[in-house]
């Protein structure tokens, strides 16, 4: 499995940039999907979830409501929007297919996901 993440760039504070992760070598339909960062100096964080059907989606507290993921399976694509932005949201944006099918278990946990994109990064600034 190959994850492409793309979308990132530099955004000004309060931007909404919408950032895309498409898989090829399988379908994902099957499987939870998550999205991650990491800020400079930090360790990777979860950001958001969103279950193999998307019928289920969780979100880091620091960035709910202003995050929302959503996929497209025909497509084999998961998004992340992002909307009012803050310097604090400055990072690389990591997505992720969760090892198990049909699973939503320790979705903020790293070790729940066995394939990861190379990362998009998004710079807040003025």
């Known amino acids: 499995v190959q994850l492409q993440a793309s979308g990132g760039g530099l955004v000004q504070p309060g931007g909404s940039p919408k950032l895309s992760c498409a898989a090829s070598g399988r379908a994902l339909s099957s499987y939870g999907m998550g999205w991650f960062r990491q800020a400079p100096g930090k360790d990777r964080e979860f950001v958001a979830f969103?279950?193999?059907?998307?019928?289920?989606?969780y979100y880091a507290d620091s960035v709910k409501g202003r995050v929302t993921i959503s996929r497209e399976n025909p497509k084999n694509t998961v998004y992340l929007q992002m909307d009012n932005l803050k310097p604090e949201d400055t990072a690389v944006y990591y997505c992720a297919v969760n090892q198990w099918p049909r699973s939503i278990s320790n979705y903020q946990s790293e070790r729940a996901y066995n394939y990861w994109g190379q990362g998009t990064l998004v710079t807040v600034s003025s």
């Open positions: 969103i279950s193999w059907n998307g019928g289920s989606t």
